[in-house]
C-alpha cells in the first residue's frame, strides 16, 4: 500500500509505500511528516518505522483474501495490470477494452478539507495496481503527482498512475490558480479535459475559499463532498448538465 498527506499552509507533507502490515497508511505517512525530518520511507524503512511509531499492524496475510486471490488469477489470465474492483473480462469479449487506457483501472481513496480559517489539507492512500511489476512504486506517493496542496487549494487525484505522474496532475491544478489566476473549476477543467488523456484521471479539490469541484474524464468516479452548513453531495456517473 501507498499513502501520503500534506498541510497546504505549510507546506509539510509525508508519504509511505511498500506498506504490507500497516492497517492505516495515511496515518503513517503523518507521522513521516510530523516526526521526522524526512518526507517520503518505503519498504522495510517505513515498516520499522510504523513498528517504532506503534501504529496498528497486522500480519500481511490479514490483506489476502479469497476475492483478491481470484482478482490476481483473473489480472494473470488476462495478462493484465488492473485495479482491485476491475470487473473480469468475459471470454467471448475482446480485450481492447477501455481498461486499456485506463479506465476501469481506478480506484483510490482521497480526501480533501478547508477549515473556517482558508486552512487546507489533503490525504490520499491506495493499494496499486493487481499484477503489477514487482517494485513497481505509484503515483500516489509522490508529492505534486496525485496529491498537493498550497494556500490556494488542497488536490486529490486518482487514476492511472503513470499518465499522473507524466502530467504532475495535482501541483498542476495548484500551479494555475497561483501563477495564471485561474478559478478552482478552470483550472481542474483544464487538467482533467485538457492536459490528461481521457479516462486516465479524475480528482477531488477544494479551495482556500470553500469551492469544490470533482472532475473526472473516465467513465465514472466515486465521489461525495459535505460542508459544515449541511450540504452534502454524492455520485459515481457524470451529474446531469
Request: glycine fraction near 10%; hydrophobic fraction near 40%.
Given at each position: 500500500?501507498?499513502?501520503?498527506?500534506?498541510?497546504?499552509?505549510?507546506?509539510?507533507?509525508?508519504?509511505?509505500?511498500?506498506?504490507?502490515?500497516?492497517?492505516?497508511?495515511?496515518?503513517?505517512?503523518?507521522?513521516?511528516?510530523?516526526?521526522?525530518?524526512?518526507?517520503?520511507?518505503?519498504?522495510?524503512?517505513?515498516?520499522?518505522?510504523?513498528?517504532?511509531?506503534?501504529?496498528?499492524?497486522?500480519?500481511?496475510?490479514?490483506?489476502?483474501?479469497?476475492?483478491?486471490?481470484?482478482?490476481?488469477?483473473?489480472?494473470?489470465?488476462?495478462?493484465?495490470?488492473?485495479?482491485?474492483?476491475?470487473?473480469?473480462?468475459?471470454?467471448?469479449?475482446?480485450?481492447?477494452?477501455?481498461?486499456?487506457?485506463?479506465?476501469?483501472?481506478?480506484?483510490?481513496?482521497?480526501?480533501?478539507?478547508?477549515?473556517?480559517?482558508?486552512?487546507?489539507?489533503?490525504?490520499?492512500?491506495?493499494?496499486?495496481?493487481?499484477?503489477?511489476?514487482?517494485?513497481?512504486?505509484?503515483?500516489?506517493?509522490?508529492?505534486?503527482?496525485?496529491?498537493?496542496?498550497?494556500?490556494?487549494?488542497?488536490?486529490?487525484?486518482?487514476?492511472?498512475?503513470?499518465?499522473?505522474?507524466?502530467?504532475?496532475?495535482a501541483r498542476d491544478v495548484a500551479a494555475l490558480m497561483e501563477f495564471k489566476?485561474?478559478?478552482?473549476?478552470?483550472?481542474?477543467?483544464?487538467?482533467?479535459?485538457?492536459?490528461?488523456?481521457?479516462?486516465?484521471?479524475?480528482?477531488?479539490?477544494?479551495?482556500?475559499?470553500?469551492?469544490?469541484?470533482?472532475?473526472?474524464?473516465?467513465?465514472?468516479?466515486?465521489?461525495?463532498?459535505?460542508?459544515?452548513?449541511?450540504?452534502?453531495?454524492?455520485?459515481?456517473?457524470?451529474?446531469?448538465?
Amino acid at each position: 500500500m501507498e499513502a501520503c498527506i500534506m498541510d497546504g499552509k505549510t507546506k509539510k507533507c509525508g508519504a509511505v509505500s511498500g506498506i504490507t502490515t500497516v492497517v492505516n497508511p495515511i496515518s503513517l505517512a503523518r507521522l513521516v511528516m510530523e516526526k521526522t525530518p524526512h518526507i517520503y520511507l518505503a519498504f522495510d524503512g517505513a515498516e520499522a518505522f510504523a513498528r517504532e511509531q506503534g501504529v496498528e499492524t497486522v500480519d500481511p496475510s490479514h490483506f489476502i483474501t479469497p476475492d483478491n486471490i481470484e482478482r490476481l488469477n483473473q489480472a494473470k489470465e488476462a495478462h493484465r495490470v488492473q485495479i482491485d474492483y476491475t470487473q473480469p473480462i468475459q471470454k467471448e469479449v475482446k480485450l481492447e477494452t477501455h481498461a486499456a487506457d485506463g479506465d476501469s483501472q481506478i480506484g483510490t481513496v482521497g480526501c480533501v478539507a478547508v477549515d473556517s480559517h482558508g486552512n487546507l489539507a489533503t490525504a490520499t492512500s491506495t493499494g496499486g495496481f493487481v499484477n503489477k511489476m514487482v517494485g513497481r512504486i505509484g503515483d500516489t506517493p509522490i508529492i505534486g503527482s496525485r496529491t498537493y496542496a498550497n494556500r490556494f487549494c488542497a488536490v486529490s487525484a486518482t487514476g492511472k498512475g503513470e499518465e499522473i505522474i507524466r502530467g504532475t496532475v495535482a501541483r498542476d491544478v495548484a500551479a494555475l490558480m497561483e501563477f495564471k489566476g485561474l478559478s478552482l473549476k478552470e483550472a481542474t477543467a483544464y487538467v482533467v479535459e485538457e492536459s490528461t488523456p481521457k479516462g486516465n484521471v479524475g480528482l477531488v479539490a477544494v479551495s482556500a475559499r470553500g469551492e469544490v469541484t470533482m472532475a473526472f474524464n473516465t467513465t465514472g468516479m466515486f465521489r461525495a463532498c459535505a460542508t459544515e452548513d449541511g450540504y452534502t453531495e454524492f455520485g459515481i456517473w457524470p451529474s446531469p448538465k
